[in-house]
T-cell receptor, first 114, second 108 residues
């Protein structure tokens, strides 16, 4: 079955630690995205990538980093510079980006501070 | 003004009722429109795209009013399984913009 796989489902971060969230898709989509969702709030765009080896900052990129070395993979690193990382992180992909096609989501990673 | 605005609800309606949501957007140049559904603690899932002529999928009808810059979602004969948060999504300049969502609870 084609889809988007995020791992881990739950992640705990210690102070000063960087953590990496995995996102893999086998839909052959060109564009991939990372969003953050806080309780009772909408999705906010962190980073997106329309093509391999290229990515753009979204609305809240500070404290995060990404890479896009393969079409299928778009990992997100939450760095120690992100002071309030507790949130639900969602990875998405679309056939093309960034605003004309519907996006399909993975089932998310919940990140908490230890 | 927010780029995409929705009434957050919650809407509580009895099973079998018809319920309607509206969503307004600020960017008159927007070209793509969608409704997503999000269950509690789950990822958003595409419910339907919204086309200029309006479109229907079973009990769900979506309409677009470009002049007034709003889109709507109508759910007929609501089921208990329709309980969820409904997200209005509009294509912006370089991204999709997600509304905060409208929470719907269908009561037996």
């Amino acid at each position: 079955d084609g889809g988007i796989t995020q791992s881990p489902k739950y992640l705990f971060r210690k102070e000063g630690q960087n953590v990496t969230l995995s996102c893999e898709q086998n839909l052959n989509h060109d564009a991939m995205y990372w969003y953050r969702q806080d309780p009772g709030q909408g999705l906010r765009l962190i980073y997106y990538s329309q093509i391999v080896n290229d990515f753009q900052k979204g609305d809240i990129a500070e404290g995060y980093s990404v890479s896009r070395e393969k079409k299928e993979s778009f990992p997100l690193t939450v760095t120690s510079a992100q002071k309030n990382p507790t949130a639900f992180y969602l990875c998405a992909s679309s056939i093309r980006g960034p605003s004309e096609q519907p996006q399909h989501f993975g089932d998310g990673t919940r990140l908490s501070i230890l | 003004r927010k780029e995409v605005e929705q009434d957050p609800g919650p809407f509580n309606v009895p099973e079998g009722a018809t319920v309607a949501f509206n969503c307004t957007y600020s960017n008159s140049a927007s070209q793509s429109f969608f409704w997503y559904r999000q269950d509690c603690r789950k990822e958003p899932k595409l419910l339907m795209s919204v086309y200029s002529s309006g479109n229907e999928d079973g009990r769900f009808t979506a309409q677009l009013n470009r002049a007034s810059q709003y889109i709507s979602l109508l759910i007929r004969d609501s089921k208990l399984s329709d309980s969820a948060t409904y997200l209005c999504v509009v294509g912006g300049a370089q991204k999709l913009v997600f509304g905060q969502g409208t929470r719907l609870t269908i009561n037996p």
